[in-house]
């Protein structure tokens, strides 16, 4: 029933009364976003751990990285587009759907291992921290948007790995 199904045919379906719904997630948008999103990996696993002494090596570690956001993304992004296709959903449960996710946290951890990468020696570039964090998860959600529109023809590891060496330049 998607959307539609009534918080208290959920309730019953899960054995719950309403009041213990909403003290959970607060009001029916959460809950339908909590139901159909997946949990996102932490923003740890995301980033992984550092190791290493090249310039290589930090390049290597961000590449890891956004094949690991590639696949985060490509898991989140068609039910995104999906939700924003879906009667009954406003503009607020997509938002709270996309905050779900936790871009934000993403982006604040991967601008600080840039930082931490420079600051070592392990990366070589001109490019601030944020910027370079910024350009990646914007241009990885273009690389999975391209995937989707292009079934087949979606990039592959190799050419994630080829975009995060364009984007260190």
């Given at each position: 029933?998607?959307?539609?199904?009534?918080?208290r045919?959920?309730?019953?379906?899960?054995?719950?009364?309403?009041a213990?719904?909403?003290?959970?997630?607060?009001?029916?948008?959460r809950?339908?976003?909590?139901?159909?999103?997946?949990?996102?990996?932490p923003?740890?696993?995301?980033?992984?751990t550092?190791?290493?002494?090249?310039?290589?090596?930090?390049?290597?570690?961000?590449?890891?990285?956004?094949v690991?956001?590639?696949?985060?993304?490509?898991k989140?992004?068609?039910?995104?587009?999906e939700?924003?296709?879906?009667?009954?959903?406003?503009?607020s449960?997509?938002?709270?759907?996309?905050?779900?996710?936790?871009?934000?946290?993403?982006?604040?951890?991967?601008?600080?291992?840039i930082?931490?990468?420079k600051?070592?020696?392990?990366?070589?570039?001109?490019?601030?921290?944020?910027?370079?964090?910024?350009a990646?998860?914007?241009?990885?959600?273009?690389?999975?948007?391209?995937?989707?529109?292009a079934?087949?023809?979606?990039?592959?590891?190799?050419?994630?790995?080829?975009?995060?060496?364009?984007?260190?330049?």
């Open positions: 029933a998607g959307f539609a199904a009534s918080t045919r959920i309730a019953e379906q899960a054995g719950l009364s309403q213990t719904l909403f003290q959970r997630f607060g009001d029916k948008e809950l339908f976003v909590a139901a159909t999103f997946p949990e996102p990996l923003c740890a696993e995301i980033l992984g550092l190791s290493g002494r090249s310039r290589e090596t930090g390049a290597a570690h961000l590449a890891g990285i956004a690991r956001l590639h696949a985060e993304i490509s989140s992004l068609p039910l995104l587009l939700l924003t296709g879906t009667p009954g959903i406003g503009a449960v997509v938002e709270a759907a996309h905050a779900q996710l936790g871009a934000r946290a993403v982006i604040a951890g991967l601008t600080a291992r930082g931490e990468l600051k070592r020696r392990l990366l070589a570039t001109r490019h601030s921290p944020a910027a370079i964090a910024e990646l998860l914007t241009g990885i959600h273009g690389l999975v948007l391209m995937g989707l529109l079934p087949g023809a979606g990039p592959d590891e190799r050419a994630v790995q080829r975009f995060v060496r364009t984007v260190l330049g």
